[in-house]
DNA sequence: CTTTTAAGTCTACAAATGTAAACTATAGAT
DNA sequence: ATCTATAGTTTACATTTGTAGACTTAAAAG
């Protein structure tokens, strides 16, 4: 069957956050955090909430009332997914640059660097010195009309 | 004035990669371009060619008719820009490990790859080993309820 | 046991997005 | 000068998203 690959929104986004960072959320402990940090009534929060567990990010256990929210996937995957998923749309000869200043502008661990670190060093070994725009098929750069 | 900060959707970026690609382009050209690529008619092209003005991404040349449009960013900006965002709704926690996955699976030049070495080389000596996560605001922690 | 509170579900509604047809007017063809 | 193809403009319509009220029902309070 084919991934119906379903994205989050901004918004659900939000709610997600709190849902990892808890692990298990009951809609009482969101609606709480939630009203508070942004301008969300309890409403919206369910209306989240729902759309989350439709578009399978979400799951509770069975109870009835007070159930207890988990995510089906972890915050690490999801956050690399989404960073893939935006850079693959982009220029590939864009993205390095962007790269370098997503990275100038981000607080690393030591352990991150090192590893990214020594990720490059390896890269640079085969890296060339220039590589192909991916903006346009090869073969419609026939403008000549 | 407060900029309106207006993203491109996905179907936007996609007409904008070609308009950067060729830096002023006719509809005629997109709609010869895209009708191919993607399964767009040339209504939607035209659309979407509206709507990027309206967003303030595109520009023409006054003509009545075969007007030339070309972009109000570069590609390189707006491709930092957008990954920016992307990185600034997630948990700076998990951004360093989605980093690596990212860069490990993005074809780099020589040139992008030394600069990211010696960028994180320098933030290697700051860097420390923890860094605290922001995915809920602080005073908010007090799930006791 | 009755009342109140609130969790979960349904419905609502405007704005944004994907997609495109209809209309208008002009540059080029005849 | 008239016709035609088509660039640009309007209008359209389903879906998604942001945001939230209304309704139902069970748990907690009294």
Same mark, same amino acid.
């Not at 119906?4 to 901004?10: A, N, P």
């Not at 690393?108 to 725009?133: F, G, H, P, V, Y």
């Given at each position: 069957?084919?991934?119906?690959?379903?994205?989050?929104?901004?918004?659900?986004?939000?709610?997600?956050?709190?849902?990892?960072?808890?692990?298990?959320?009951?809609?009482?402990?969101?609606?709480?955090?939630?009203?508070?940090?942004?301008?969300? &009534?309890?409403?919206? !929060?369910?209306? +989240?909430? =729902?759309? /989350?567990?439709? %578009?399978?990010?979400?799951?509770?256990?069975?109870?009835?009332?007070?159930?207890?929210?988990?995510?089906?996937?972890?915050?690490?995957?999801?956050?690399?997914?989404?960073?893939?998923?935006?850079?693959?749309?982009?220029?590939?000869?864009?993205?390095?640059?962007?790269?370098?200043?997503?990275?100038?502008?981000?607080?690393? &661990?030591?352990?991150? !660097?090192?590893? +990214?670190? =020594?990720? /490059?060093?390896? %890269?640079?070994?085969t890296?060339?010195?220039s590589?192909?725009?991916?903006?346009?098929?090869?073969?419609?750069?026939?403008?000549?009309?």
């Amino acid at each position: 069957m084919i991934k119906k690959e379903s994205t989050m929104t901004i918004s659900e986004w939000e709610i997600m956050r709190i849902v990892w960072t808890l692990g298990e959320v009951t809609s009482h402990q969101l609606i709480h955090i939630m009203s508070k940090k942004q301008l969300w &009534t309890p409403s919206t !929060i369910k209306t +989240l909430l =729902s759309r /989350l567990q439709k %578009k399978g990010f979400l799951i509770h256990n069975g109870a009835v009332r007070d159930r207890l929210y988990s995510p089906t996937i972890s915050e690490h995957d999801a956050t690399s997914q989404t960073l893939s998923q935006t850079v693959q749309m982009m220029c590939t000869k864009c993205v390095g640059p962007a790269l370098v200043n997503v990275i100038n502008e981000t607080t690393l &661990t030591k352990r991150d !660097i090192t590893k +990214l670190i =020594s990720m /490059l060093e390896n %890269k640079k070994i085969t890296a060339s010195t220039s590589i192909a725009c991916n903006c346009m098929p090869k073969n419609q750069e026939d403008l000549s009309l």
